[in-house]
Every structure is written in C-alpha cells, then in structure tokens.
C-alpha cells in the first residue's frame, strides 16, 4: 500500500496566513460548485439587455460551434491542475491519496467513485488536480472525471470542468475516451449520483448501487477494468438535513431530481468568521483509497447474466475494500457499507 507523499503541515505548525490560504481555498471550491453555473447562465441573459449585449452574443455563437466539445474528448489544460490553491484545499481538510496496486497503462479502466456526498471533493482534489501527484502514482494513465450532462451546457462553468479533463457522463461521451487507440484512459464514474446525495449523513456510509449496473455494461463493452475507489470521510465535511424515506419532503427530492437531475439537499458547513453555519466546509480528513482492478473480458454485447456477475464481483470488492481500510481511516469497525 502507497499513501500519497504529500504531506501538509500540521495544525499547531501553520501560520495564520497559511490557514486563511487553506480556508480560502476550500470556500471557492464550495461556492464554484454551487453557484458558478448558475451565475453565468444569469449574466450572459442579463448582458444581453446591455450595452454589453456583443459579449453575451459572441460567447453564444462560440457555444453553439463548440456544443460538441465536452462529448468528444473536451480540452484540459496541465496548467489548472497543477495551481497552487489546490495543494492549500489538500491542506485544509486534508485530503490523502491511499493506492493499493499498480495499474498498467496497457488497458482502460472504469472507475467507480464512492460515495457522492455533496460536491465529490476527495475524487476531485486526488484525481482532477495534481495535489497528491496522481500522475507519479500512476504513471501513463490519464483520468476523466464525469459530470452530469447537463453541467456542460452551463456557460463559462462548462469551460471550468472541461479544463481539467471533465466530460459529461453520457454514452457518446465514455464511449468516445474508452475508444481511444491509446490505451490508459480512466473514466471516473460517481455512481451514486445524485440519487446517493440524498444519503450525505456524516457518519454514515450507504450508497445507491444495487441496481446501478450501466458502468458494468460500459467496462464489458470496451474490455475496460473496473476499479473501485472509496473516499472515506467525503460525507462528513458539512452537516447534513436527512429526511424520512417516505416522507413527502424526500418524495419532492426525489420528483426534483428526476425533472432537473440534480437532489436539492439541505446542508450547511460553518462560517468563515465564527462557528455559526455557513458554506465552509467543516476541516475534517479525506482520504480516498484506490482499489485493485478487476479484469473485466471485452463483450461488445454481454448478456445480463454477465452483467450481473461482474457487478457482484465489484459489490464485493468494493466492501472488501471498505473493511481493509475504514479502521485505519477513522471509521468505527462496528460500520459496514450499505447498498440500496
């Protein structure tokens, strides 16, 4: 087992102007996820009632030309992921990157990244960003995260996530990067999704997978390994309003969800100043841990019986992997996964 070698200064050793970095860090990571989307979709509408409105007009003919870019492949750029405030939100919490096996470069890999929580800070910081020196880890791979569809159709955030290899978790799009002619391409699916959002109980570790079975389909399709990853401590970093499964305020979540693709949850972290509740994220340790590849044989049409043998074979690994690690990672030996 490998822990990734990057290692923050401890809480007494930092300097008031390091954690202020690290606070700061951690804050516009929480407020790009939730409102970047939706503040420039805002403003390109409003500029168009401005003098401004040629920006507004030219960035739309530039969305109309690039439309099909996230789902053939999208630009990232080396420089994003390799940004400095990246390494203070590793710090903040922090954030640790465990591997377990090697990995070739000589084939591709599915990846199943658990759990959700609110905004999949551990799967993003570890494999999205240069932070924990993923690439020196696995060599020759090259990972895209995935992201819901319809994310990429957000002005200027679509270009956010596309430039550090983000792609939209549809069919067209995983298909594209698992048909590269150069092996070693990652896709790194949050299966969950926003179904297991509605699940973010710190403490707690209980994931929507039991009938989520297209990323096993996808790995049979294209011959690709499926490989579990869990981020022990994601559903821990805000508080977390969990409502009764039949109640009718889980009902409208779920109604929500499937009209818009995305769970309305209600959460809060602290504030910047003070304990009161804010959007900071809670500074409590991340650590995602990469497990070993299942080899997975290339059907271009498996059967269901062979989609769901592999699926219990991951199911297994991914537990196996949860109780190898979840003592060593601050979990209670009393806790077990549970799959709904």
Known sequence: MEVSAASPPSGTSKTLWKQYREMMAAYQFALIFLFMGLFFSLLIIFLLFTSFWSISLLYLVWLYLDWDTPNQGGRRFVWMKNLTVWKHLRDYYPIKLVKTAELPSDQNYV???HPHGIMCTGIFCNLSTESNDF???FPGLRFWQ???SILFYLPVYREYLMSFGMCPVNLQSLDFVLSQPQLGQAVVI???GAHEALYSIPGQHCLT???RKGFVRLALRHGASLLPVYSFGENDIFRFKAFAKGSWQFRCQVIFKKLVGFSPCIFWGRSLLSN???LLPFA?????????PIPVPRRPHPTT???DHYHAIYLKALEQLFEEHKESCGVPASTHLTFI
């Open 135 to 137: 690439s020196k880890h």
């Open 146 to 148: 995935t992201g819901l």
């Open 276 to 278: 009161s509740w804010g």
């Open 284 to 292: 409590v340790p991340i650590t995602t841990v990469v497990g070993r």
């Open 209 to 211: 997978l039991r009938k």
């Open 111 to 113: 990846v199943g990244s």
């Open 305 to 307: 019986d062979e989609v």
């Open 190 to 192: 949050v299966i969950g």
